[in-house]
């Protein structure tokens, strides 16, 4: 089976969970931060919502050298987060299904101010970078949320603010 439609399925269930918990950002709460060395909840879920979109950095190019004390993009709103979020998603999605994989095994490059923080095949950055870095930081935002008294939707099963399946089922 190639890559891309392996890759496909799990790509497609982590987009679908965080879009749920995305979608439980509270407007009125974006400056929270619950530390002074935390991002803020904007920055956190900003940066929750345009990681998918790094797959075209991955799969259009073979080097990213981005320059030194680049600032990131904070959304205002919850309607950004999920707008920047689907946008990411279906760009993302697309270059997956198009991906060969002598594609994804083409070494890619990540450079700030020329200097190389890391080298790998577009496979690994996928699943590395992008993927198993978006569910840290999605965990993150998780905690941000329950900090601020919201409800939390299950990720792979039912969450503390979900009925179990196990409960509804007992009686």
Not at 24 to 35: A, M, N
Not at 95 to 119: E, N, P
Request: charge should be negative.
């Amino acid at each position: 089976m190639p890559f891309s439609q392996s890759l496909l399925p799990e790509f497609d269930e982590e987009m679908k969970n965080t879009r749920r918990l995305l979608e439980c950002i509270p407007d009125g709460k974006l400056d929270y931060q619950p530390h002074p060395r935390s991002m803020s909840l904007a920055r956190l879920a900003s940066h929750v919502a345009q990681v998918p979109s790094w797959t075209k950095f991955t799969l259009d190019q073979e080097v990213l050298d981005m320059e030194p004390g680049s600032k990131p993009v904070i959304l205002e709103s919850r309607a950004e987060l999920l707008q920047a979020f689907d946008q990411g998603v279906a760009e993302a999605r697309q270059r997956i299904s198009a991906a060969s994989d002598d594609d994804w095994q083409k070494i890619w490059t990540f450079k700030v101010g020329g200097t190389t923080v890391i080298s790998m095949p577009r496979s690994a950055v996928m699943r590395s970078v992008i993927m198993n870095h978006l569910i840290h930081h999605r965990a993150q935002l998780g905690v941000f949320l329950r900090l601020n008294e919201v409800k939390i939707p299950g990720m792979y099963g039912p969450s503390a603010d979900e009925k179990s399946f196990m409960d509804a089922h007992a009686a």
